[in-house]
């Protein structure tokens, strides 16, 4: 099973600032088949990127995602104040594994 | 606009079982793969299982297999997940989500594109 390690554990940041989200794999991710979802406290995850770059519907361009390989990274560009959540990535290249999350919090 | 409505969490006794509904709508359900994923409280989150638009291809993680059963019925628009031998372990809230398949020679489970807003399961004596 591939094992994935999400850091760091807590990002505090203020709104504006740039946050850069990392996601490490136990072992290379075929075909780039990595995704990244939001989560808010008392809602359900939401998917913003998938295939390791692509956009899910409706995702603004302040949010990217890079990587391949073992290595992934999520880039919010400038944070908006609805961006403070919790961020997941997943893999679904072999079988299917989250991270344990990183949480982007106000500083 | 893509709608998952689930249904039939609760509390039950350790040994107990329950059944999950998930209602789809706003979607061609028959052309999509569907998926259950749980969150303990205050935890990550697990894929539990997925089953492909037919039916014919299902997924369990290992902690579930053998206890938990999904299954869909494409004329009802309808998922569901039926739990056995239910443990303190396995108390979550159970997302049902719909599933981006990505295709080779086979066909597995993507990405989930849409959840709905969950089912709180709770075991405990």
């Known amino acids: 099973e591939i094992v994935l390690t999400q850091s760091p554990g807590t990002l505090s940041l203020s709104p504006g600032e740039r946050a850069t989200l990392s996601c490490r794999a136990s072992?290379?991710?075929?075909?780039?088949?990595l995704a990244w979802y939001q989560q808010k406290p008392g809602q359900a995850p939401r998917l913003l990127i998938y295939?390791?770059?692509s956009r899910a519907t409706g995702i603004p361009d302040r949010f990217s995602g890079s990587g391949s390989g073992t290595d992934f990274t999520l880039t919010i560009s400038r944070l908006e104040p609805e961006d403070f959540a919790v961020y997941y990535c997943?893999?679904?290249?072999?079988?299917?594994?989250f991270g344990p999350g990183t949480k982007v919090d106000i500083k | 606009q893509v709608q998952l409505v689930e249904s039939g969490g609760g509390l039950v006794k350790p040994g107990g079982s329950l059944r999950l509904s998930c209602a789809a709508s706003g979607f061609t359900f028959s052309d999509y793969y569907m998926s259950w994923i749980r969150q303990a409280p205050g935890k990550g989150l697990e894929w539990v299982s997925y089953?492909?638009?037919?039916?014919?291809?299902?997924y369990y993680a290992d902690s579930v297999k053998g206890r938990f059963t999904i299954s869909r019925d494409n004329a009802k628009n309808s998922l569901y997940l039926q739990m056995n031998s239910l443990r303190a372990e396995d108390t979550a809230v159970y997302y049902c989500?719909?599933?981006?398949?990505?295709?080779?020679?086979?066909?597995?489970?993507?990405?989930?594109?849409?959840w709905g807003q969950g089912t709180l399961v709770t075991v405990s004596s």
């Open positions: 295939g390791a770059s």
């Open positions: 089953i492909s638009s037919s039916g014919s291809t299902i």
């Open positions: 997943q893999q679904y290249g072999s079988s299917l594994t």
């Open positions: 989500a719909r599933v981006l398949a990505y295709c080779g020679g086979d066909c597995y489970s993507g990405p989930a594109d849409y």
């Open positions: 072992q290379s991710v075929s075909s780039s088949y």
